[in-house]
């Protein structure tokens, strides 16, 4: 039986919470302040915690921070039961560690789906942990010091979960770290003066996300979005650059990947000076392809595949359509199969 911690103030939130739960099969411990709260989950190690925001002498984020800085507590799922809905608060409680949030006032069914999920995503931690840690090790050169300490860095980090469409971070803030994508799909976005949006990169597992920003010590100039539900690591700012100035084979992986993204968004610059809108959208197409689990088979929508090549959603449709007549691609709602790609690396501009 998984057991769950609910820490709330409202006595009736906290007791309709709690039998919405135990109803449903789960073992509830119940607390009406942030410090008793911090004793449960010290003592009982739950499975999920639930934690509401704005309480009286202890609020939800230092009931975060606290169980943080626990070994014991650190890595139990926290969700935010909360009313504020700024786009402050959501950052904030993402930055400390919160893995999801539940707005009030929510239904049996969003209390039920928030906890199970949020469990089951849990008891998969260990697999990503792992696949992500061996991945981390790209960013260094054999086992010198300087890898050592990235996986000390590592050790105690904790899996950071956003839902589809959630910001990561927005134009203008200030990187907090660096982002490495464990699972899921981040897309960073430039807004035109007259509201378009355009597709300046796609992040998939393995890819590290605000290294720019973080390097050159200034704000973010492009906003991060999820894609789909995404699970990602943030390897803080400070821990980072320490790491890069005392060990050479770590800033020299750095340099790599942002020689890398350079040349992607050169790439992409040259695109959309001198080809033709047909060859933009197989361009398009190919680079998807390169990224993709499934290298043939892409899962991209028309609002997307329009902002990254820099044409109209319309453009998009009619163009699809000729290269599904001329049988270079075969298309399922936002599911497109590339058929010939050897057509559409040789098409005409």
């Known amino acids: 039986m998984k057991t769950v911690l609910i820490i709330e103030d409202n006595v009736d939130i906290l007791e309709s919470c709690a039998e919405i739960l135990e109803l449903s099969g789960y073992h509830v411990l119940q607390s009406d302040n942030g410090k008793h709260g911090i004793e449960l989950a010290v003592e009982n190690q739950p499975d999920l915690i639930l934690c509401d925001i704005m309480m009286p002498e202890m ?48 239904n049996d069914t969003d209390l039920l789906h928030a906890v199970e999920t949020r469990i089951k995503k849990h008891q998969r931690q260990k697999a990503y942990y792992s696949s992500t840690f061996q991945n981390l090790e790209k960013l260094s050169l054999g086992n010198g010091n300087g890898m050592k300490e990235l996986k000390a860095l590592i050790a105690d980090r904790k899996i ?20 490495l994508v464990v699972e899921g799909s981040i897309k960073t976005i430039k807004l035109a003066a007259d509201g378009r949006q355009f597709i300046t990169g796609l992040y998939n597992p393995d890819d590290y996300i605000g290294l720019d920003a973080l390097l050159l010590d200034e704000d973010f100039t492009e906003t991060a979005e999820a894609v789909e539900d995404t699970s990602l690591y943030l390897l803080p700012r400070e ?3 320490n790491l890069v100035n005392k060990y050479p084979e770590v800033s020299n992986q750095f340099i790599k990947i942002l020689s890398n993204n350079i040349h992607e968004k050169e790439e992409q610059l040259l695109e959309l000076a001198y080809l033709s809108v047909r060859k933009r959208l197989a361009q398009v197409l190919l680079r998807l392809s390169k990224k993709a689990s499934d290298s043939d088979l892409l899962n991209v929508t028309r609002d997307e595949l329009a902002a990254l090549a820099g044409i109209a959603i319309e453009t998009v449709s009619r163009t699809l359509s000729d290269f599904k007549e001329e049988g270079l691609i075969e298309k399922n709602g936002t599911q497109i199969k590339l058929v010939n790609i050897e057509r559409l690396m040789k098409m005409k501009n």
């Open 239 to 241: 821990l980072i650059l």
């Open 59 to 106: 609020d939800g984020y230092d009931v975060l921070k606290l169980l943080g800085q626990n070994n014991d507590t650190a890595e139990i799922p926290f969700v935010f039961l909360t009313a504020k809905t700024d786009r402050f608060d959501f950052r904030k409680g993402m930055e400390m560690g919160a893995d999801d949030y539940l707005t009030k006032p929510f």
């Open 160 to 179: 950071r979960h956003i839902k589809k469409k959630q910001v990561l971070y927005y134009e203008g803030d200030t990187p907090q770290g660096l982002y």
